[in-house]
């Protein structure tokens, strides 16, 4: 079996490869300043980049778990959600309040994906 590491430092990787499947760190905002749309759109362009880098894209995602520090973000976040994922393509998810590791954060989101060149 071959593992591969994207985006690697001393704590942590990106992305992982291994046989077929990507896996995504969690992914938060850099626009720390924005609403919570915005900083959904940044996470979610950052996942584009991380999948394309590692063979898939958004069509081929199996599972996202979003985290919101505050639920009353839930119909900020997915609206830029319902923007971006594939048509046909929903993939399992599941949103959940947590605190997250930074307070100016609004949104972090976790996936994994099929990988479809390697």
Request: with cysteine; net charge negative; glycine share 4%.
């Amino acid at each position: 079996m071959s593992i591969q590491y994207h985006g690697q430092n001393a704590r942590l990787s990106e992305a992982v490869t291994a046989n077929g499947l990507v896996f995504l760190a969690g992914m938060v905002p850099e626009n720390t300043d924005a609403d919570a749309t915005a900083q959904t759109r940044d996470v979610l362009a950052q996942i584009d980049y991380w999948l394309a880098q590692c063979g898939s894209s958004k069509q081929h995602i199996l599972e996202a778990t979003i985290y919101l520090p505050d639920l009353a973000d839930y119909d900020a976040m997915n609206i830029a959600w319902d923007e971006w994922v594939a048509p046909g393509h929903a993939p399992a998810r599941a949103c959940v309040e947590a605190r997250l590791a930074k307070p100016e954060w609004k949104v972090e989101i976790k996936l994994s994906a099929v990988q479809i060149q390697k």
